[in-house]
């Protein structure tokens, strides 16, 4: 179940950011005494007062606004303490942060369910851990005018943000369920080209090179302002319009030697996520403030961010049920060998640790 969305005026948020900030630094503190990270996780000796480096991934997407905001905001940097160093890299697709997850490149990473999932099965289950859900939604199927079925799509070209994506597993997975076939080599009924960074693909469909794409938001609107229209929203084909767009990873070896680390990055991803369901108009700000610094200073259009944050659903439940079908979707669609244990994916003690001590509901894997 999603955490509840409350409606609160500035004093009770300012008082209910008060409590969680209160209920959480307890529960680190308690963390660090204990020198464990939760359930799932192995021991740590305490690591309170060391020197630490985290590397933390993300995309520059709306649907990954909770890293934008934390940072912007500096939750990340307040709750990580003083000793440790956070080193942030921004990525074009979650394929790249797999990728550089296996190398060893990254600690931590938000990063959608389909390059976690592949991580996850490169290593045998040695590698990460999810740690926190971020984001549900924020995804469409964006084509040229004239185009209004699935039939009209055979001959044409759509973009993804990369091969073995989240929005290319999605959009392979749903032409197949149409009929049309798709090939990684680009063939095919339907020529799917990943285009990276987002912002290309957005425009090659200006210059018509392309007929449209799966992309995230907010590329997904800037398409539709481009004079495309939403063919799939991707809510519409999940019960509820619930989906995981956006999961908080850490690898094993980091959540096994830094618990109390963990526990403050998953205090700014709390707070974050919080800060952007009870201050909207603020937290589009800090997220565009944050994405002009990722891309050479060029803000989103006022109407380009609100409507992007209106498709998202920012919630610290990794929804396990959408991540399991994602697997399941993914091998139908030739990308993913079957999966086993994908449970053993989640690490959600730490977590559900802290959402208790704010009050919050438990989150399930």
């Not at 859900?133 to 005018?145: D, F, H, P, T």
């Not at 995230?216 to 302002?225: E, F, I, L, S």
Request: proline letters at 4%; hydrophobic letters at 45%; glycine letters at 12%.
């Amino acid at each position: 179940m999603l955490n509840s969305i409350k409606t609160l005026g500035k004093g009770s948020y300012a008082m209910r950011r008060i409590l969680i900030a209160a209920g959480l630094t307890a529960v680190t503190m308690l963390a660090a005494a204990c020198g464990s990270s939760g359930s799932g996780s192995a021991t740590g000796s305490g690591d309170s007062h060391a020197a630490v480096t985290l590397r933390l991934g993300f995309l520059a997407n709306i649907t990954h606004a909770s890293a934008l905001a934390g940072i912007a905001e500096g939750f990340f940097k307040k709750d990580l303490g003083s000793n440790v160093s956070l080193k942030l890299t921004p990525f074009s697709s979650g394929t790249q942060e797999g990728t550089a997850l296996l190398a060893g490149q990254l600690d931590a990473a938000y990063v959608g369910p389909n390059p976690a999932i592949k991580a996850w099965q490169t290593s045998g289950g040695k590698l990460i851990k999810i740690i926190s859900g971020a984001a549900s939604g924020g995804a469409e199927l964006v084509v040229k005018s004239g185009i209004t079925s699935a039939a009209q799509l055979k001959g044409q070209s759509l973009a993804t943000p990369s091969l073995g994506n989240t929005q290319d597993v999605a959009l392979r997975y749903w032409l197949k369920q149409h009929g049309l076939t798709s090939t990684a080599a680009g063939g095919g009924d339907v020529a799917i080209k990943p285009i990276a960074p987002n912002s290309a693909a957005v425009l090659a469909f200006q210059s018509k090179q392309i007929a449209g794409g799966w992309e995230p938001a907010p590329y997904d609107v800037q398409m539709v302002q481009d004079g495309g229209h939403a063919l799939v929203n991707e809510a519409s084909l999940w019960p509820q319009g619930q989906f995981v767009t956006t999961n908080l990873v850490a690898t094993q070896s980091f959540i096994a030697a830094h618990p109390s680390v963990i526990n403050g990055l998953l205090k700014g991803q709390l707070q974050a996520n919080d800060f952007i369901n009870h201050n909207k108009a603020a937290a589009e700000q800090a997220a565009n403030t944050e994405l002009a610094a990722v891309n050479s200073g060029k803000n989103l259009k006022a109407s380009v961010i609100a409507a992007a944050f209106a498709q998202i659903t920012f919630t610290d439940d990794p929804i396990a049920s959408s991540l399991a079908a994602d697997a399941g979707h993914a091998v139908a669609v030739g990308l993913l060998q079957p999966v086993s244990n994908l449970t053993g994916i989640y690490d959600l003690g730490p977590l559900n640790k802290l959402l208790k001590a704010a009050g919050e509901p438990q989150v399930s894997s």
